[in-house]
């Protein structure tokens, strides 16, 4: 069951802020491209939203935290993926919209599922298990809870493979037993490599393997350079023309009659000391807290029993200037989540949803000093954390 907010505006009044984006959930965004690809490829109960066209053998190369933005920044370090950018000559790509919150898990969720966090339920970074006071980190998957009753859809990796498409999935050997691959990228087979390079060679042998191929790839790297140093750093911009250089050498390794995507699932920002709030040390932003989930750029805050509407409140006067929020049910109106939530999702959204729509990030220096002592962040639904490329190639 799926829950839909009321419809009648004199009993429900949408107070979400108008000018809040949305992502394009079922016309432009991350869940509608392996969709589309199942459809090219022929596969029983998908539709294409996309404009892309069929090919036999797909490849789709994910990069962590490559936004859109961050490619058209830096052409110099990146001359590869921007010759493949509209501007260019014989260029040909559009800008996706991760989808809310613009997050790793959410995203790999929304990517290998083909559907929107509000049906997948990986709604945020961290989200509060629902009955109990207590968050779950969705990256980590701690605390540890049934993956498939967290997230009891199948697979697009799965149902192309169960149509008798050859589908497999090239990672790092640390992924291939987690939850998070089991839920969100699991089907057809998973083959471990530690160096970027051994990927691309690999994803490109499995590619022309079989007549029909759906092939995925990852690498982490550029996202860790953000988060530890900064996208305005030499330390990202010399990883940004390393994955250039990767999506280069796949690109050139094509069978005939296929496909390569590279993509990413968030973008990045960074946030200086200066433009962060400390919930930690803020008492009235903590005021009436029993949790505080998401990130910085994507607050989940679930407030105490009867204390919402206070919550709400008082958010909205600290922080409507300089972040959206709104309460879950506004937030669900107005379609962060996609076009609907199911029930088992509900409770693990925030009593409130606050997403940064400036130079802001809302940190916990004591309950979460690691991710409050990173320089890049994301979350949000602006446009350098919110559009990713899709960057085709035809071999």
């Not at 991350?30 to 404009?51: H, I, K």
């Not at 691309?200 to 990852?218: K, N």
């Not at 409050?372 to 994301?378: E, I, R, V």
């Amino acid at each position: 069951m799926s829950y839909t907010p009321p419809s009648d505006h004199d009993a429900f009044e949408l107070l979400v802020p108008a000018d809040a984006p949305v992502p394009s959930y079922g016309t432009g965004s991350l869940c509608d491209l392996l969709p589309s690809v199942a459809a090219g490829l022929g596969v029983p109960g998908f539709t294409s939203t996309l404009p892309i066209e069929p090919a036999d053998r797909v490849c789709v190369f994910l990069v962590d935290g490559m936004g859109w933005e961050l490619i058209k920044r830096h052409p110099e370090y990146a001359p590869f993926l921007t010759s493949l950018l509209p501007s260019s000559l014989g260029g040909t790509a559009r800008p996706l919209t991760a989808g809310f919150p613009s997050t790793t898990a959410t995203s790999l969720a929304s990517v290998g599922t083909g559907l929107p966090p509000g049906l997948h339920g990986l709604a945020g970074y961290t989200v509060a298990i629902p009955g109990r006071n207590q968050l779950m980190n969705q990256l980590r998957w701690q605390p540890p809870v049934d993956p498939r009753e967290w997230q009891p859809y199948p697979t697009v990796f799965e149902r192309v493979h169960a149509a008798g498409v050859a589908a497999s999935q090239v990672s790092s050997p640390l992924f291939a037993q987690t939850p998070l691959t089991q839920v969100a990228l699991s089907g057809g087979e998973f083959l471990g490599r530690t160096t970027g390079e051994e990927r691309m060679d690999l994803a490109a042998r499995q590619l022309a393997a079989a007549d029909r191929t759906l092939v995925y790839t990852y690498v982490s790297e550029l996202d860790g350079m953000g988060h530890r140093y900064g996208v305005d750093s030499d330390e990202w911009r010399m990883m940004l023309n390393t994955v250039d250089r990767l999506a280069q050498r796949l690109a050139e390794q094509l069978p005939p009659r296929s496909a390569l995507y590279v993509t990413a699932d968030h973008g990045m920002i960074d946030i200086a000391p200066e433009d962060r709030i400390d919930f930690d040390d803020d008492w009235e932003l903590s005021a009436g807290v029993a949790l505080l989930g998401g990130e910085a750029r994507a607050r989940h805050v679930y407030a105490v029993p009867g204390a919402a509407a206070d919550v709400q409140m008082v958010w909205s006067e600290v922080l409507g200037d300089r972040m959206w929020v709104a309460t879950r049910d506004e937030a669900i109106a107005a379609g962060w989540f996609g076009p609907s939530v199911d029930d088992r999702v509900y409770h693990r959204i925030g009593d409130v949803v606050a997403a940064a729509r400036d130079d802001i990030a809302v940190i916990a220096s004591r309950s979460e000093p690691g991710e409050s002592a990173m320089t890049g962040l994301h979350g949000s639904m602006t446009p350098v954390e919110q559009f990713v490329p899709l960057l085709e190639v035809r071999g």
